[in-house]
């Protein structure tokens, strides 16, 4: 069996009683190329930290072997040592260092502390021939691209002498030529006896590279595919990776569908940083008044963008296209605009951007809403704590009192803070990002209960996430998202997980055929 | 009994500081033999620590929002300077001069406020830029010199009492002792109604209130202390101008601060300023006017601190960002921001007054004193972090 490089057996990981993995195994052979695939949340990153040592031996169930050799590593020094290196989706680089430094951070060419710069530079440069990057190893990361970055990031790997490389979504951000390029390069690595572990979106990548392919779901394998055995049919992947009993999850609705409210025309927007690419690509959509529509898309699709933008131009520069509510074009600049024309936007990311986290359920449930309850800028405190204590109740916020502080909450208790503020702002069209991530399944069922209550009072709902089953569940209408761009619309009828999964792959090899 | 409960735990911050003052109060009472609380030295007390009590307020503001004012202690040297060259040399009227200077105040805080909301420069360079610029300002407009002496209305405002010393009313009382006793009792009836009519609404929607016995408890304990405040004060000189500065000041801030949009938008800006940017608060303008309010503030200590040496000197406000800085601190505000009140930031000010006096009183020489003041800072931060962590581990 020596051509078996890797073998994990029986992983088991839970969190907080929360099975991420479960009796996971996975087998990696001497120079292929194994990609990992699965849904947002299916295990895969998990399964990654625990090869890798951020999940230390012994925090798990199960075993691992490399090369044969029984492994328990405790950082992910260990793991290096070994060979294994990760490139994480964000990339672990510093930005105003030169590319050299960056490749020997952590394991500098020197001797007693002290660098020996002409060699690390001209190591460096071997290095970067050997990904094929064209740059001087003195320039700085900050000044070259993402998909350059990559390159670094894997000539950095390359200096740790690397056996198994394991690349998280390592194309998200990059082009479909700098893809290719990445992509061919671990074609050329193979054949240099380098192994390498692909997470991966991208099935038409995965198509192209992969010797062998392992399903994740829920924690668990579902299928085991390899080139010399099996047919790797897209349509197969597909159906593995979402393919699960729909149960009844969610409250039923009787839909009262009214006028279209809400329009957006020719919407595009360009990405804050680089600001010369479309992050957002003459997007058109319409919301009916009492609604629920859906954002499908993967990770990084342009979901969160669309409604940030929209949210009062909170995200990205140069917008151009227009916004109609009742027929009628609005403009905004900035949110408190965008509320007061009734638009509200929960954001995915409740702790960073939803929440102020050492302030009281109170204090956070008012802040859209203080103008209703203050009289010439002055808040009237009584009436205050009675808003409060209504929402509170209805949202069914289980707390001590008003006064506890929203750190404290659950992550459930905290969505329906966010929830309840957007509520109490009483707008027409409420944008919910995300709004089930990270929560147990009976938060989840009263958070779709409000969401139907709001529509039933004529609210309109933009529903993005990553979890389809919940979109197909809830939404009278789904817009499929991908690049930044409305791949399809889907009526409720049309809509499945296959036919979502399909319309984004449709959309992506149109794209790089063109 | 869950709500007297409750109400400790969560004005618990608020309790620890006062009581804190109390001890170093009654500590240095003893040390000194009771020289402390003689009437001369309460408002001695007043005058001394006006202007760091004043600076404190504003800068609370700035540290709410996670960040600091360097610049006050030049905004109050160059606000000296230019009132004194328009009052000194330019013969100006006191009232158009004054108003000159705090719009001056209000402009260098702008200017501040422009660079850290609108160019997105971070405070700390942003001030001490300003720290180094209106320091140099000052210094070229006094050519290094001292401007003297300010008209007499002027220095009144800072250094002045109510009028009436001389005059005798009624049993051996001046005219300026009577107003002092009446507007402690003013005070105290006016705080009574306050507390009734908040405490009437509370019931009116239904809310729990505090238990009677302990609300006439907490009353009597404040106008006990309201009265023998005004009643010392009326055993020396009478109530000083500044003092009815300093309590407008304080309860303005205190109303923004707690009952005001504009403060709820502070804290919020301050607690997480990419939520509250998403919740609609407009974060820029409340970085902006944070600052230039604090060029007010700034502006009107440099008035104070002018009237009271009656003179204007480069070297004026030497440092008051500091002190500023540290009694926000010791009075439990947040070096990360979101957390901390104007009360907060006045007792923190007083204790280091207190400190200061009680130790001069005592004969311990400037260098000790700087030692312990900064013993007491890091004490203090101390005690409410390591209570912070500990509520939070329940």
Known sequence: ?514 | MTGLKSYFKNNIRQYGMIIALVFIMVLFQILTNGILLKPMNITNLVLQNAYVLILAVGMLLAIITGNIDLSVGSIVALVGALSAVMMVTLKMPVVFAVGLSLLIGLAAGSFQGLFIAYFKLPPFIVTLAGMLVFRGLTMVILKGQTLAPFPKSFQAIAAGYLPGREKEAILGLTVAAITAIIIGILMSIIYILFELNSRKNKINYGFEVLPKSFEFFKWSIIIITINAFTISLAAYNGIPIVLILLLVIIIIYTFISQKTIAGRHIYALGGNSKAAKLSGVKTKRVMFWVYANMGVLSAVTGLIVAGRLNAATPKAGNMFELDAIAACFIGGASASGGIGTVVGAVIGGLVMGVLNNGMSILGVSVDWQQVIKGLVLLGAVCFDVYTKNKSGSK
């Not at chain 1, 090869?51 to 230390?56: A, C, E, I, M, R």
């Not at chain 1, 099935?203 to 390899?226: F, M, P, Q, S």
């Not at chain 1, 024309?341 to 951007?353: L, M, N, V």
């Not at chain 1, 529903?463 to 979109?471: N, R």
Request: proline content about 1%.
């Open chain 1, 1 to 514: 069996m020596a051509n078996i490089h890797l073998e994990m057996r029986g992983i088991t990981k839970k969190f907080y009683g929360v099975t991420a993995l479960d009796s996971v195994d996975l087998t990696v052979n001497n120079q292929e190329i194994h990609a990992i695939v699965g849904e947002n949340g299916a295990g895969k990153s998990t399964l990654m930290k625990v090869l890798s040592g951020v999940h230390t031996h012994g925090s798990f169930d199960g075993e691992i072997y490399f090369n044969g050799q029984k492994c328990s590593f405790n950082n992910i020094k260990d793991s290096e040592k070994l060979g294994i290196v990760i490139i994480h989706q964000e990339l672990a680089l510093i930005p105003f260092l030169s590319i050299a430094e960056n490749i020997f951070l952590g394991n500098e060419r020197a001797v007693k502390g002290v660098i020996n710069w002409n060699d690390s530079i001209s190591e460096a440069n071997k290095l970067l021939a050997k990904v094929g990057l064209n740059e001087k190893s003195t320039t700085l990361v900050d000044s070259i691209g993402v998909g350059k970055q990559q390159l670094v990031e894997i000539a950095k790997a390359l200096s740790k002498d690397v056996k198994l490389l394991i690349l998280d979504e390592p194309t998200a951000a990059l082009n479909d030529e700098e893809s290719n390029k990445l992509l061919n390069l671990l074609v050329d690595l193979k054949k240099q006896g380098i192994t390498s572990i692909l997470i991966s979106h991208k099935l038409n990548e995965i198509e192209k590279v992969a010797d062998a392919i392992t399903v994740i779901r829920d924690g668990k394998v579902i299928d085991n595919l390899h080139k010399s055995k099996d047919i790797i049919d897209e349509d197969r992947i597909i159906r593995s990776m979402v393919g699960r009993e729909i149960i009844d999850r969610f409250p039923s609705r009787r839909s009262n569908i009214g006028e279209e409210v809400f329009r957006v025309e020719n919407w595009t927007v360009y990405h804050p940083e680089h600001t010369d690419t479309k992050a957002i690509d003459n997007v058109n959509f319409f919301v009916k008044k009492g609604e629920v529509v859906g954002f499908a898309g993967l990770m990084g699709a342009g979901r969160t963008e669309i409604a940030m933008s929209i949210f009062g131009k909170s995200w990205g520069v140069k917008h151009s296209g227009k916004i109609m509510k009742n027929n009628k074009e609005i403009n905004f600049h900035n949110v408190s605009d965008a509320i007061s024309h009734g638009i509200a936007y929960s954001t995915e990311d409740r702790k960073t951007y939803g929440l102020i986290l050492l302030d009281n359920i109170m204090r956070n449930l008012t802040l859209s809403s203080l103008e209703a309850i203050s009289k010439n800028g002055v808040i009237n405190s009584n009436e205050e704590v009675l808003t409060s204590q209504n929402y509170r109740s209805k949202l069914n916020v289980r707390c001590s009192g008003l006064e506890q502080k929203v750190e404290d909450l659950s992550g459930g208790n905290q969505q329906k803070v966010v929830l309840g503020k957007w509520i109490m702002a009483n707008p027409d069209l409420l944008i919910l990002d995300e709004p089930t991530r990270g929560i147990d399944v009976g938060a989840k069922y009263e958070i779709y209960t409000m969401i139907n209550n709001l529509v039933a009072e004529g609210k309109s709902v933009i529903m993005i996430s990553s979890e389809m089953p919940e979109l197909l569940g809830m939404c009278d209408r789904i817009y499929v998202i991908t690049e930044g761009r409305i791949a399809g619309e889907l009526s409720a009828k049309e809509a499945s997980q296959e036919s979502i999964m399909k319309c984004i792959i449709t959309d992506q090899r149109k794209r790089s055929l063109a």
